[in-house]
């Protein structure tokens, strides 16, 4: 599946708000390109019989949760147009999005992603219809369309064509378990400042050494986590 256009689908009661996003860089290129194919489902065009796709929960409290028959009509009709799709409902409950599942990803599936909104959804169609609940962080969002941009955003970077160059993703942050080595362009010198000599010297396997060396440094000084993740 790794040599097809890949396609996303996301669902949400804000689809401007994707679509908008994908006007733009390296995802309007992939698109361009026929590499990728982006679309958004607008959740209201399958409310119930009194035009609501929400209610107030069951038991109390504050909010709306979004109804369980909207979301199930919307998510059927996105699986008939996108075959050997996986469904994810953004959701802090998710497991953690890294890299490695955004490559993985990238070569093997196609996403049907739900963008939840207000207080959460109908539990009943997370059971009938999602395979997996993903999160991109431990902090609270007003709905899940910005992170459905950030996932389309990472996943379309990995898909082979997108970047203008082949080699464009693989040494940046968490490419290969590092964060990535500092930068520099001209002038060569900044407030007084020089660029590394190295940089400057035209050696390419010396550079190649120092950029190694900078990305472990960087690594264990800011997120030495990683570094005892790659050595477990």
Partial sequence: MSNEIRQICVISVFPEIVNDFIQYGVLKRGQDKSLI??????????SDK????????YG?????????????DATRYAKSKIKNSK???????????????????A??????IIAG??????????????????????????GGEVAACVLIDAIARMIPGVLGHE?????????????EYPHYTRPEIVENIS????????NHEEIRKWREKQALLVTNDKRSDLIKKKLS
Wanted: charged share 25%; aromatic share 8%.
């Fill in 50 to 57: 009194n035009g609501y796709v929400d209610d107030k929960p």
């Fill in 37 to 46: 194919n982006i679309e958004s489902i607008n959740l209201r065009d399958f």
């Fill in 195 to 202: 660029a590394p000599d190295v940089l400057l010297s035209g």
């Fill in 87 to 105: 469904c994810i409902y953004l959701s802090p409950k998710g497991k953690k999005v890294d890299q490695e599942l955004i490559t993985d990803t």
């Fill in 117 to 142: 909104r207000y207080e959460g959804v109908d539990q009943r169609f997370i059971d009938l219809e999602i395979d997996e609940e993903w999160s991109i962080g431990d902090y609270i969002l007003s």
């Fill in 107 to 112: 070569n093997n599936d196609n996403l049907i």
């Fill in 60 to 72: 109390g409290g504050a909010g709306m949760v979004l109804q369980a028959q909207p979301l199930i």
């Fill in 167 to 179: 080699d464009s993703n693989k040494d940046e942050s968490f490419s290969n378990g590092y964060l």
